[in-house]
Nanobody, 119 residues
Framework: QVQLVESGGGLVQAGGSLRLSCAVS??????YGWFRQAPGKEREFVAG????????VYADLMKGRFTISRDSAKNTVYLQMNSLKPEDTAVYYC??????????????WGQGTQVTVSS
Protein backbone atom coordinates (compact mmCIF):
# COMPACT_ATOMS: atom_id res chain seq x y z
CA GLN A 1 0.00 0.00 0.00
CA VAL A 2 1.44 3.29 -1.09
CA GLN A 3 1.44 6.08 1.46
CA LEU A 4 2.70 9.64 1.29
CA VAL A 5 2.68 11.50 4.59
CA GLU A 6 3.49 15.20 4.69
CA SER A 7 4.73 17.09 7.71
CA GLY A 8 6.38 20.38 8.57
CA GLY A 9 3.59 22.79 7.85
CA GLY A 10 2.60 25.55 10.22
CA LEU A 11 2.33 29.26 10.80
CA VAL A 12 5.22 31.50 9.83
CA GLN A 13 5.70 35.22 9.39
CA ALA A 14 6.32 36.72 5.98
CA GLY A 15 9.98 36.45 5.07
CA GLY A 16 10.40 33.29 7.10
CA SER A 17 11.19 29.73 6.07
CA LEU A 18 9.69 26.28 6.40
CA ARG A 19 10.80 22.84 5.32
CA LEU A 20 8.12 20.35 4.38
CA SER A 21 8.78 16.63 4.44
CA CYS A 22 7.03 13.81 2.64
CA ALA A 23 7.66 10.27 3.82
CA VAL A 24 6.97 7.77 1.05
CA SER A 25 6.26 4.11 1.73
CA UNK A 26 4.96 1.16 -0.26
CA UNK A 27 6.84 1.86 -3.47
CA UNK A 28 9.38 3.83 -5.44
CA UNK A 29 8.45 6.09 -8.31
CA UNK A 30 10.02 7.84 -11.22
CA UNK A 31 9.21 11.28 -9.89
CA TYR A 32 7.96 13.13 -6.85
CA GLY A 33 6.33 16.50 -6.66
CA TRP A 34 4.81 19.17 -4.51
CA PHE A 35 1.55 20.94 -5.25
CA ARG A 36 -0.46 23.49 -3.34
CA GLN A 37 -4.03 24.65 -3.15
CA ALA A 38 -5.10 27.95 -1.67
CA PRO A 39 -8.68 28.62 -0.53
CA GLY A 40 -10.95 29.21 -3.50
CA LYS A 41 -8.21 28.39 -6.01
CA GLU A 42 -7.28 25.41 -8.10
CA ARG A 43 -4.42 23.15 -7.13
CA GLU A 44 -1.18 24.28 -8.69
CA PHE A 45 2.16 22.66 -9.35
CA VAL A 46 5.07 23.81 -7.18
CA ALA A 47 8.09 21.61 -7.92
CA GLY A 48 9.09 18.14 -9.09
CA UNK A 49 12.13 15.90 -8.83
CA UNK A 50 13.20 12.84 -10.81
CA UNK A 51 14.35 9.88 -8.77
CA UNK A 52 17.05 8.64 -11.14
CA UNK A 53 19.22 11.77 -11.32
CA UNK A 54 17.50 14.29 -9.01
CA UNK A 55 16.69 16.60 -11.90
CA UNK A 56 14.22 19.23 -10.81
CA VAL A 57 11.55 21.43 -12.29
CA TYR A 58 9.81 24.40 -10.69
CA ALA A 59 6.82 26.59 -11.30
CA ASP A 60 8.04 30.02 -12.34
CA LEU A 61 6.62 31.70 -9.23
CA MET A 62 8.67 29.46 -6.94
CA LYS A 63 12.02 29.57 -8.70
CA GLY A 64 14.71 30.92 -6.44
CA ARG A 65 12.64 30.66 -3.26
CA PHE A 66 11.69 26.98 -3.08
CA THR A 67 13.97 23.96 -3.34
CA ILE A 68 12.85 20.37 -3.76
CA SER A 69 15.16 17.56 -2.74
CA ARG A 70 15.09 13.89 -1.92
CA ASP A 71 16.82 11.61 0.57
CA SER A 72 16.85 8.20 -1.06
CA ALA A 73 17.96 6.40 2.10
CA LYS A 74 14.97 7.74 4.00
CA ASN A 75 12.65 7.66 0.97
CA THR A 76 11.65 11.18 1.90
CA VAL A 77 11.08 14.21 -0.28
CA TYR A 78 11.57 17.73 1.01
CA LEU A 79 10.43 21.19 0.04
CA GLN A 80 12.52 24.00 1.48
CA MET A 81 10.59 27.25 1.30
CA ASN A 82 12.34 30.56 1.89
CA SER A 83 11.26 34.19 1.75
CA LEU A 84 7.68 33.13 2.30
CA LYS A 85 4.88 35.49 1.36
CA PRO A 86 1.25 35.63 2.49
CA GLU A 87 0.23 34.45 -0.97
CA ASP A 88 2.12 31.20 -0.31
CA THR A 89 -0.59 30.30 2.20
CA ALA A 90 -2.11 27.02 1.07
CA VAL A 91 -2.41 23.33 1.74
CA TYR A 92 0.70 21.69 0.33
CA TYR A 93 0.48 18.19 -1.12
CA CYS A 94 3.16 15.67 -1.90
CA UNK A 95 2.69 13.42 -4.92
CA UNK A 96 4.42 10.53 -6.65
CA UNK A 97 4.20 9.32 -10.22
CA UNK A 98 5.57 6.99 -12.84
CA UNK A 99 5.51 9.30 -15.86
CA UNK A 100 8.24 11.63 -17.02
CA UNK A 101 9.26 14.58 -14.88
CA UNK A 102 7.61 17.22 -17.07
CA UNK A 103 4.39 15.23 -17.50
CA UNK A 104 1.84 16.74 -15.15
CA UNK A 105 0.24 13.47 -14.14
CA UNK A 106 0.92 12.03 -10.69
CA UNK A 107 -0.52 8.76 -9.42
CA UNK A 108 -0.42 8.98 -5.64
CA TRP A 109 -1.12 11.85 -3.26
CA GLY A 110 -0.64 12.68 0.36
CA GLN A 111 -3.30 14.25 2.54
CA GLY A 112 -1.64 17.64 2.67
CA THR A 113 -0.13 19.95 5.24
CA GLN A 114 -1.28 23.49 5.94
CA VAL A 115 1.13 26.38 5.49
CA THR A 116 0.00 29.78 6.69
CA VAL A 117 2.11 32.88 6.15
CA SER A 118 1.14 35.93 8.17
CA SER A 119 1.86 39.47 7.02
Amino acid sequence: QVQLVESGGGLVQAGGSLRLSCAVSGGTFNKYGWFRQAPGKEREFVAGIRRSDSSTVYADLMKGRFTISRDSAKNTVYLQMNSLKPEDTAVYYCAAGSRTLRDGVYDYWGQGTQVTVSS
